[in-house]
């Protein structure tokens, strides 16, 4: 019997390909155009920006500042007389202004008490990108300013590749897998969006089902409710499975033929993949069946069931990355599904997690289907009306 009405499902949702194709293709386009659109929020582009130097100051310290910063940030462009309207505009990204005074000051072995060196920015430049930049501005001529005190007459002067940098060893911490990008957060992202998007259509379904009175005739021939709902539960699990397929291949495969990084698994947990995605895809498709068996229209089906799914998405770091949010967001968006979901993928995929370590995500997300399984069969008993 359940096999008979699991095939049942599987025709209806084959001769439904516009659904179908929404289910596949709506969360790929999201990962292509969010990977693609937010590529440099996730790695600042700091050596790309268009920038030029005024120099004010022609004394060789100030020279050398201005080689040192060419080295990591390419052949400035020229400044010319319109360099503050060109500013304004965006189409030079910054200017820096090496003032009278600056390599006295660099040559000089105390600390400096006032500015000679400005850094204007174009109006529109991202904050963090400026206090980037401005950071390694300081940096340079920092360690200028140490080279130039350090040069004693009789002693050997450093090697060509020494840095006050290498004083400092900085990464993010991982026991294996890869290192995150956008690509890295937007896979899983939209692929627990996608996963959740089959609300559209198991509603839709749902709806036309019970008008045509095809719930009703198999409810005459003795089929529970259970099966009833369990027969339309698992063919959406099997979609969900080819759903995260595509998803993960997409980001492997399609992504760096656009430009954009490559999705890596190599050295990730497979098991540990592999549950969190079941627990995904279980928490995705009772919420449908909930919704599905609470809607009575086309037109309730499909509005309420997206609108869900984007509210769940907006709240639960789908949309906007939580590390972005403000610290009460960040706190808000742990009650959302969607947002264990991610934070189980992403400690898979960034962090190197195990099973175990998903464990608290996937904890949440196994309740929260039964809970919504246990919804559905009790709104199922409601009479139509």
Same mark, same amino acid.
């Given at each position: 019997?359940?096999?008979?009405?699991?095939?049942?499902?599987?025709?209806?949702?084959?001769?439904?390909?516009?659904?179908?194709?929404?289910?596949?293709?709506?969360?790929?386009?999201?990962?292509?155009?969010?990977?693609?659109?937010?590529?440099?929020?996730?790695?600042?582009?700091?050596?790309?920006?268009?920038?030029?130097?005024?120099?004010? /100051?022609? +004394?060789?310290?100030?020279?050398?500042?201005?080689?040192?910063?060419?080295?990591?940030?390419?052949?400035?462009?020229?400044?010319?007389? /319109?360099?503050?309207?060109?500013?304004?505009? +965006?189409?030079?990204?910054?200017?820096?202004?090496?003032?009278?005074?600056?390599?006295?000051?660099?040559?000089?072995?105390?600390?400096?008490?006032?500015?000679?060196?400005?850094?204007?920015?174009?109006?529109?430049? /991202?904050?963090?990108?400026?206090?980037?930049?401005?950071?390694?501005?300081?940096?340079?001529?920092?360690?200028?300013?140490?080279?130039?005190?350090?040069?004693?007459?009789?002693?050997?002067?450093?090697?060509? /590749?020494?840095?006050?940098?290498?004083?400092?060893?900085?990464?993010?911490?991982?026991?294996?897998?890869?290192?995150?990008?956008?690509?890295?957060?937007?896979?899983?992202?939209?692929?627990?969006?996608?996963?959740?998007?089959?609300?559209?259509?198991?509603?839709?379904?749902?709806?036309?089902?019970?008008?045509?009175?095809?719930?009703?005739?198999?409810?005459?021939?003795?089929?529970?409710?259970?099966?009833?709902?369990?027969?339309?539960?698992?063919?959406?699990?099997?979609?969900?499975?080819?759903?995260?397929?595509?998803?993960?291949?997409?980001?492997?495969?399609?992504?760096?033929?656009?430009?954009?990084?490559?999705?890596?698994?190599?050295?990730?947990?497979?098991?540990?993949?592999?549950?969190?995605?079941?627990?995904?895809?279980?928490?995705?498709?009772?919420?449908?069946?909930?919704?599905?068996?609470?809607?009575?229209?086309?037109?309730?089906?499909?509005?309420?069931?997206?609108?869900?799914?984007?509210?769940?998405?907006?709240?639960?770091?789908?949309?906007?990355?939580?590390?972005?949010?403000?610290?009460?967001?960040?706190?808000?968006?742990?009650?959302?599904?969607?947002?264990?979901?991610?934070?189980?993928?992403?400690?898979?995929?960034?962090?190197? +997690?195990?099973?175990?370590?998903?464990?608290?995500?996937?904890?949440?997300?196994?309740?929260?289907?039964?809970?919504?399984?246990?919804?559905?069969?009790?709104?199922?008993?409601?009479?139509?009306?």
């Amino acid at each position: 019997m359940l096999i008979a009405l699991i095939r049942k499902e599987l025709l209806a949702l084959v001769r439904d390909m516009h659904g179908l194709a929404a289910l596949f293709l709506m969360p790929m386009v999201f990962i292509v155009l969010m990977s693609l659109t937010l590529k440099d929020i996730y790695r600042p582009p700091l050596a790309e920006l268009r920038y030029a130097v005024d120099m004010r /100051d022609t +004394g060789t310290p100030a020279q050398w500042l201005r080689q040192l910063w060419q080295r990591s940030h390419g052949t400035p462009q020229p400044l010319g007389a /319109d360099w503050q309207e060109r500013l304004r505009s +965006g189409s030079l990204k910054y200017v820096i202004v090496l003032e009278p005074g600056l390599s006295e000051e660099l040559e000089s072995a105390a600390l400096p008490t006032r500015a000679h060196i400005r850094l204007l920015a174009e109006p529109g430049i /991202d904050a963090n990108l400026f206090n980037a930049v401005r950071a390694e501005l300081i940096g340079a001529s920092g360690e200028l300013k140490a080279r130039l005190a350090l040069a004693v007459p009789g002693t050997a002067s450093p090697p060509p /590749d020494a840095s006050i940098q290498a004083l400092v060893h900085a990464e993010r911490h991982a026991t294996s897998g890869p290192r995150p990008t956008s690509v890295q957060q937007n896979v899983p992202a939209w692929l627990v969006f996608g996963m959740f998007f089959v609300v559209a259509s198991l509603s839709s379904l749902f709806v036309q089902e019970r008008g045509s009175g095809a719930l009703g005739r198999l409810r005459s021939l003795g089929v529970s409710r259970t099966m009833l709902l369990l027969s339309k539960a698992l063919p959406y699990l099997g979609v969900n499975a080819l759903q995260a397929a595509l998803m993960l291949a997409a980001g492997i495969w399609l992504m760096p033929l656009l430009g954009g990084d490559a999705l890596s698994l190599a050295g990730i947990h497979w098991g540990a993949l592999a549950v969190a995605l079941a627990a995904v895809s279980l928490a995705a498709v009772s919420l449908s069946l909930a919704i599905a068996c609470a809607v009575r229209s086309h037109a309730q089906a499909a509005t309420i069931g997206p609108m869900v799914n984007v509210l769940m998405a907006a709240a639960g770091g789908i949309m906007v990355p939580k590390f972005v949010m403000p610290g009460f967001m960040q706190r808000v968006v742990e009650v959302s599904p969607m947002n264990w979901g991610l934070e189980a993928l992403l400690t898979v995929l960034l962090r190197g +997690g195990t099973v175990a370590d998903t464990l608290p995500q996937v904890g949440r997300l196994v309740l929260f289907a039964a809970a919504m399984f246990l919804l559905a069969v009790l709104l199922f008993r409601r009479p139509a009306t």
